[in-house]
């Protein structure tokens, strides 16, 4: 029953990716129906989004063809000395992210260069007073600012704290402690400041170091904080129990404030605006599922059946909103609405992998079967409704009867969407948990264990399935 979806899932990474390099080959990302590249303004002056988050796949995939003119195209083609307005945190979760991914699946020393210098271009964005880092840097001349839309110049809490994994991997890969130093004492910043109910808002100033307001979400602007200070924990070989002290309060306080049962049944994670519920889960919250289960066995041993139980509960309840086999941006739970997108502003599906994510970590920690076959709904979901003559696309709305596209193929569709599908219905063997934590966009990073050497000949025997 495995061998159909994972080859139907490779199937679809070859179908994704020829035909962005027929269309928009060495451009960010490919828009499927008018079938040219798209560069957008997250990268700054960076190219290529599509083949540095695919590189992982395809090489996983075994699609070698593929794989190696994404290596090519990396060595001569991929400009680092842009001179763009670039998200640091996209930049890091997806060029850092994939260009260390292949380093280590690989052994490639080229990966290595690349990231580097990459690396050391993001620095600059870490000279505030605080040390937390501004949200848009230029690459060329690191200069840094904060996003216009974030309130009175502030950080966001998912962008600021969504470097660490990658940064502890630079500072492995390059002998030089700054790049964890930078990424620790921001943690040191949020452990001394006071967090209302014990919960983390979504702004905090750079400069003073104080949070700017007190909107709490797991879903965008928050989510991946969370996932990273679990992972820290996990990546560090389980040593580094400040992060696994952080998760586990921060995971009480969402319990107590934010964790929800509907009238329906159904768990879900609430957002929270100084005080005042919010009854709405965004697609992007579907992530923990995933997070809550991987971390079960390493809270206290009391809770562990409590932390599976929420894990899938919470995955449920995602799969709930995917009424029509594709879930929408966000869906309430008030006013009688279940999981139900209510505005029409909210009822887009962008290709998105988190709710498949759960699937696969649900999948690989519990084994009930159920999970494949949540997951192979999805395939034919994204056959039926997302794919299009030249590749897949968005959809507008999940609920209507005649699909509208929106014409973007998105660079974490390859990265993360396919691959946690592919994973669902691979072996445990194939990147198993105990050895590989993945990044935020799905790229696999090695645990980094004291006693031995990383890299070379290290952890990348056993990546691949032909």
Known sequence: PETLPRLLSVSMMKFAWDNYKSFAWGKNELRPLTRNGHIGNMFGGLRGASIVDSLDTLYIMGLMDEYNDAKEWVETSLDLNSNGEASLFEVNIRYVGGLLSAYYLTGEEMFKRKVMVLGEKLLPAFNTPTGIPRGVINLGSGTSWSWGWASAGSSILAEFGTLHLEFVHLSELSNNGIYTEKVMNIRKLLNKIEKPHGLYPNFLSPVSGNWVQHHVSIGGLGDSFYEYLIKSYLMSDKTDEEAKKMYYSALEAIEANLVQKSPGGLTYMAEWRGGILDHKMGHLACFS???????????????????????????HTCHESYTTKLGPEAFRFDGGAEATATR????????????????????????????????????????????VEAGFSGIRDVYAQTVSHDNMQQSFFLSE??????????????????????????????????NCLQGEGGTHDKATSE
């Open 417 to 450: 969407t396919l691959k946690y599908l592919y994973l669902l219905f691979s072996d445990d063997d194939l990147l198993p948990l105990e050895d590989w934590v993945f990044n935020t966009e799905a790229h696999p990073l090695p645990v980094v264990r004291k």
């Open 344 to 387: 029409l502003s909210d009822r887009y599906y962008i290709l998105r992998p988190e709710v498949i994510e759960s699937y696969m970590y649900m999948w690989r920690l519990t084994h009930d079967p159920k999970y494949r076959e949540w997951g192979w709904e999805a395939v034919e979901a994204l056959e039926q409704h997302c794919r």
């Open 289 to 315: 599922g995933g997070m809550v289960v991987i971390g079960a066995d390493d809270g206290a041993p009391e809770k562990r059946q409590h932390y599976l139980d929420l894990a899938a509960e919470i995955t």
